[in-house]
C-alpha cells in the first residue's frame, strides 16, 4: 500500500462547478496535510495545509480532513479553467524526522 | 521578494558522469528540501537541510549527497549517473520546519 494515493485522473469538471479531489494516507500518525498545484512544466505551488486538528477554507479552496477514515480532501469552488492543473497531496509524520511524503497527484480538467 | 532559484534550467550528462545541481532559497529561508520528481513516479523526497546540516534524508543511494553553505544556499551532488536519475529535480525552502515550502522552478536533468 502506497503512503499516500491520489487517483490519477482526469477528473473533468464544468466551468463554475465544485472541484473535489481526495487524498488517503496510511500512516495514523501523520500529523500535517498539503496540497500543491502544479501546472504543467512548472513546479508546485502550496496552496493549502491543514493540521490534524481542523479544516480550512481560503477563497475558494477548502480542505477537510477525515481522521477516522485517514483520507483529505480539497473542494474547488466556482471551478475555473485556469483550476486546470495537478493537484498533489503530501502529508508529513513528524515522528519520522519530519519526512513529506507526496501522492502522484490528480490531474483536474475544467471545461468551459 | 526574490523567490527559490535552481541552477541550472538543463542539465544532460552521459552515464557514470556526476551532476551538481544548485539551489538559493528565498531570502531569510534557512531549510532546503530536495526532491525528485520523475515521470510517472511523482514527487521523491531526496533531502532536508537546515541550518547547515543534513537533517532527513529519503529512500536514495548514497551517490545522492548535497551540502548547504553558510548563506543557507544548496548543492545536490548526484554521482555515478544512470539513466534513471533523469527526471526534474525540485529544491524548496522554508522558514520554519514543514509548514510553508515553495519550490523553485527545478532542473530537468537528463543521463544519456
Known amino acids: 500500500q502506497k503512503e499516500v494515493e491520489q487517483n490519477s485522473g482526469p477528473l473533468s469538471v464544468p466551468e463554475g462547478a465544485i472541484a473535489s479531489l481526495n487524498c488517503t494516507y496510511s500512516d495514523r500518525g501523520s500529523q500535517s496535510f498539503f496540497w500543491y498545484r502544479q501546472y504543467s512544466g512548472k513546479s508546485p505551488e502550496l496552496i493549502m495545509f491543514i493540521y490534524s486538528n481542523g479544516d480550512k477554507e481560503d477563497g475558494r479552496f477548502t480542505a477537510q480532513l477525515n481522521k477516522a477514515s485517514q483520507y483529505v480532501s480539497l473542494l474547488i469552488r466556482d471551478s475555473q479553467p485556469s483550476d486546470s492543473a495537478t493537484y498533489l497531496c503530501?502529508?508529513?509524520?513528524?515522528?519520522?524526522?519530519?519526512?513529506?511524503?507526496f501522492g502522484t497527484g490528480t490531474q483536474l480538467k475544467v471545461e468551459l | 521578494e526574490a523567490g527559490v532559484t535552481q541552477s541550472p534550467t538543463h542539465l544532460i550528462k552521459t552515464r557514470g558522469q556526476q551532476a551538481t545541481l544548485r539551489c538559493s532559497p528565498i531570502?531569510?529561508?534557512?531549510?532546503v528540501y530536495w526532491y525528485q520528481q520523475a515521470l510517472g513516479l511523482g514527487l521523491q523526497f531526496l533531502l532536508w537541510y537546515d541550518e547547515g546540516e543534513e537533517r532527513n534524508r529519503g529512500n536514495f543511494p548514497p551517490r545522492f549527497s548535497g551540502r548547504q553553505f553558510p548563506n543557507y544556499s544548496s548543492e545536490l551532488n548526484v554521482n555515478a549517473l544512470e539513466l534513471e536519475d533523469s527526471a526534474l529535480y525540485l529544491c524548496a525552502s522554508s522558514a520554519s520546519g514543514w509548514d510553508t515550502q515553495y519550490f523553485g522552478p527545478g532542473t530537468r536533468l537528463t543521463v544519456l
Open positions: 503530501a502529508v508529513m509524520v513528524t515522528g519520522g524526522g519530519n519526512k513529506l511524503t
Open positions: 531570502s531569510g529561508h534557512t531549510s
